[in-house]
């Protein structure tokens, strides 16, 4: 299986300031890496897919990166709305492991 | 506009079963795979398995093979995963999602999630 490791496991920051979330697969998974965020109760919801493919209605400020084993999360300038916990995940091939999240708390 | 609608709530003793729906509409069934996700309380998410709505193919995480069965009915749009022998670390919330086919196999749509609770 490919295991994916997320790094910071949490994290606090203003509003305004840029964050950085990164995802490392103990694999190469080309570019097949999602990112979800999700916030106390609801469901995920898909942020990026395929490393860097910004998902129909998410703001511009979030944005993706990497392949092979590497990738990272920007969100450039944080809004109160952006915190919560974010997800990364393999589609490379089953089982689809998700990373262990991230929780992006307000500083 | 797409949507995938669960079914309640579940409270099961330790050893029983439950089967949880996913109703899919909005779009073409059988051009997209339905995935289930299961969250611990506070836990991360965990990727159970795989059907495909089309041929009613599925894969199984190693550690739901024979435990987990994911079936599908093409008359009402509506994917089940039914989970036996439940012990009490079964106790999650479990969604369905849907998954792309081609194109990076991610998760555009999710259900609202079904409370499964396992105590005696």
């Known amino acids: 299986d490919i295991q994916m490791t997320q790094s910071p496991s949490s994290l606090s920051a203003s509003v305004g300031d840029r964050v950085t979330i990164t995802c490392r697969a103990s694999?190469?998974?080309?570019?097949?890496l999602n990112w979800y965020q999700q916030k106390p109760g609801k469901a995920p919801k898909l942020l990026i897919y395929?490393?860097?493919s910004l998902q129909s209605g998410v703001p511009s400020r979030f944005s993706g990166s990497g392949s092979g084993t590497d990738f990272t999360l920007t969100i450039s300038s944080l809004q109160p709305e952006d915190f919560a916990t974010y997800y990364c995940q393999q589609s490379y091939s089953t089982p689809y492991i998700f990373g262990q999240g991230t929780k992006l708390e307000i500083k | 506009q797409v949507q995938l609608v669960q079914s309640g709530a579940e409270v099961k003793m330790p050893g029983a079963s439950v089967k949880v729906s996913c109703k899919t509409s909005?779009?073409?069934?059988?051009?997209?795979?339905i995935h289930w996700v299961r969250q611990a309380p506070g836990q991360g998410l965990e990727w159970m398995g795989i059907i495909d709505p089309s041929g009613d193919l599925t894969s199984y995480a190693q550690k739901f093979q024979g435990r987990a069965t994911m079936t599908r009915d093409t008359s009402t749009s509506t994917v089940y995963m039914e989970l036996s022998s439940l012990r009490s670390e079964d106790t999650a919330v479990y969604y369905c999602?849907?998954?792309?086919?081609?194109?990076?196999?991610?998760?555009?749509?999710w259900g609202q999630g079904t409370l499964v609770t396992v105590s005696s």
């Open positions: 999602a849907r998954g792309w086919i081609a194109a990076g196999g991610y998760f555009d749509y």
């Open positions: 909005g779009y073409t069934f059988t051009n997209y795979y």
């Open positions: 694999q190469s998974i080309s570019s097949y």
């Open positions: 395929v490393a860097s």
